[in-house]
Nanobody, 125 residues
């Protein structure tokens, strides 16, 4: 069974860069045709999709966060990472990593079938 686990600092200062790592076990992040996503949930609000990196290393980000977001991967460690720059208190949230299944090459995704348990990141001075 695929398992995902988030890790990284729980407290980040405003204007700094938030950095998180998702470690995947039970499956390879290079297996077609899966995407590997970051999602967040601010306190009292709904889920917000941040972006993903595909099995081949392509990335795509939410338009509202694109200018501040970078997702990368380390295939040797079966990990992918999130970096969100210039953070503000509004970036405080529980951050999740999740696997996205697709219908094939270039196909629509059918859902996020595996999730990490999430990690709270607080942006505060």
């Amino acid at each position: 069974q695929v398992q995902l686990q988030e890790s990284g600092p729980g407290l980040v200062k405003p204007s700094q860069t938030l950095s998180l790592t998702c470690t995947v076990s039970g499956g390879s992040i290079t297996t077609a045709y899966y995407y590997w996503s970051w999602i967040r949930q601010p306190p009292g609000k709904g889920l917000e999709w941040i972006g993903y990196i595909t099995y081949s290393g392509s990335t795509y980000y939410s338009p509202s966060l694109k200018s501040r977001t970078s997702i990368s991967r380390d295939t040797s460690k079966n990990q992918f990472t999130l970096q969100l720059s210039a953070v503000t208190p509004e970036d405080t949230a529980i951050y999740y990593c999740a696997r996205v299944g697709t219908l094939g090459y270039g196909g629509a995704y059918y859902g996020m079938d595996y999730w990490g348990k999430g990690t709270l990141v607080t942006v505060s001075s």
